[in-house]
């Protein structure tokens, strides 16, 4: 064989080589692994009851929407809370659903008062501090329990307290919760309403210099056809739901 002949297959074989490895990759997406540990990522803790939790089919949380819009303003940041949800949710951008919450279905606040108590210290040790809280329908289930007003109001104000013992710079956003299905006893939709006055003198009474108790109005405009249920959100009121934290937090996310 001519030798210039043979040095140029010499130089061809892996090169062609090369070329149809480059073919053959895979063009399927797979998950994204966990974030660089030099991202700095803001820690956002959803808490409260059912709303929080969601119980996929019967009825949707609000947190897979809002962290699909999180994701697609490239904001980083980190559901944290002692619970995981372990419902199935599709793939979003090459990334799998945050699960972890701090939710609790049919939680009075009491309830919620309690878990967190307890679960505070080593949702900080093992996730981290929280910064922001996204704190939902505060006194619902009090509400559809028939429990006394005035220890929803404190139990409520307690919750904040242990969050800011925790981080004196915490940022809560505490609804104005959406209402239940227009049917509802009247007594439950008056409690609601009432408690929906309330958290404005809860947000000022709290709020410090370094601490802003922020309240988001999640009443206006919902109405029964965002609903699975009597109280809980399908798929359109997880995404009203979710566009009102998103508009709120946005800013927040991008200033931590």
């Given amino acids: 064989m001519n030798p210039m002949k043979k040095n140029l297959l010499y130089f061809l074989f892996p090169l062609l080589f090369l070329v149809s490895a480059c073919n053959n990759k895979s063009d399927t997406p797979t998950p994204s692994q966990a974030p660089s540990p030099n991202i700095v990522s803001t820690k956002i803790l959803p808490i409260g009851a059912s709303r929080v939790a969601g119980n996929r089919p019967e009825y949707e949380s609000f947190r897979y929407e809002l962290w699909k819009l999180l994701l697609d303003d490239n904001l980083h940041f980190d559901f944290i809370g002692s619970v995981k949800d372990e419902a199935s949710y599709p793939i979003y951008k090459n990334q799998s659903f945050d699960p972890d919450h701090e939710g609790g279905r049919g939680g009075t606040s009491e309830q919620i008062l309690t878990a967190l108590t307890e679960s505070i210290d080593p949702i900080v040790s093992q996730l ?91 009443a206006t405009g919902f109405t029964d056809a965002l609903l699975a249920d009597q109280v809980h959100y399908n798929e359109a009121g997880a995404r009203f739901i979710a566009a009102r934290y998103y508009d709120q937090i946005k800013d927040l996310i991008r200033m931590k």
């Fill in 128 to 218: 981290g501090t929280p910064e922001v809280v996204l704190f939902s329908t505060p006194g619902g289930n009090d509400a559809l329990q028939k429990l006394s007003f005035e220890n929803a109001v404190q139990n409520v104000n307690a919750i904040i307290d242990i969050l800011q013992s925790k981080n004196p710079n915490v940022t809560i956003i505490i609804e104005q919760m959406a209402p239940p299905r227009a049917d509802t006893e009247s007594d439950v939709l008056d409690f609601m309403m009432q408690m929906n006055a309330e958290v404005v003198n809860i947000a000022a009474s709290q709020s410090t210099a370094t601490s802003k108790v922020m309240v988001i109005d999640m």
